[in-house]
């Protein structure tokens, strides 16, 4: 079972820059998706966004055009780009590994990593 470890959490003010990376302890070729989501103290954990196996990218409608997620199946490494962060992106954020099931091709993430607290303070 892959092992995910993220980090590049911290502390930053509204408007600046953060870059969250999550290594996995083997290849993530394998997975068809990889992706992070974030919850917020009180609120259900949410996708923010997710990459395939191919480069394709989706993300939340909040964060497009500010974050940007991108996966190296050599390094097996995932990262979070995330520019003019906003007080509403504090959150602890989680990457994940999943796969599509079924004939509809339904994403179902069932790896998960420890997650790393990003907070944004005005």
């Known amino acids: 079972q892959v092992h995910l470890v993220e980090s590049g959490g911290g502390l930053v003010q509204t408007g600046e820059s953060l870059t969250l990376s999550c290594v996995a302890s083997?290849?993530?070729?394998?997975?068809?998706?990889m992706a992070w989501f974030r919850q917020a103290p009180g609120k259900q954990r949410e996708l923010v966004a997710e990459?395939?196996?191919?480069?394709?990218?989706t993300y939340r409608a909040s964060v497009q055009g500010r974050f940007t997620i991108s996966r190296d199946n050599a390094k097996n490494i995932l990262e979070l780009q995330m520019t003019k962060v906003k007080r509403e992106d504090t959150a602890v954020y989680s990457c994940?590994?999943?796969?599509?099931?079924?004939?509809?091709?339904?994403?179902?993430?069932?790896?998960w990593g420890q997650g790393t607290q990003v907070t944004v303070s005005s």
């Open positions: 994940a590994a999943g796969q599509y099931f079924g004939h509809d091709r339904i994403p179902e993430y069932n790896h």
């Open positions: 990459v395939n196996r191919n480069g394709q990218t």
């Open positions: 083997e290849s993530i070729f394998r997975y068809d998706l």
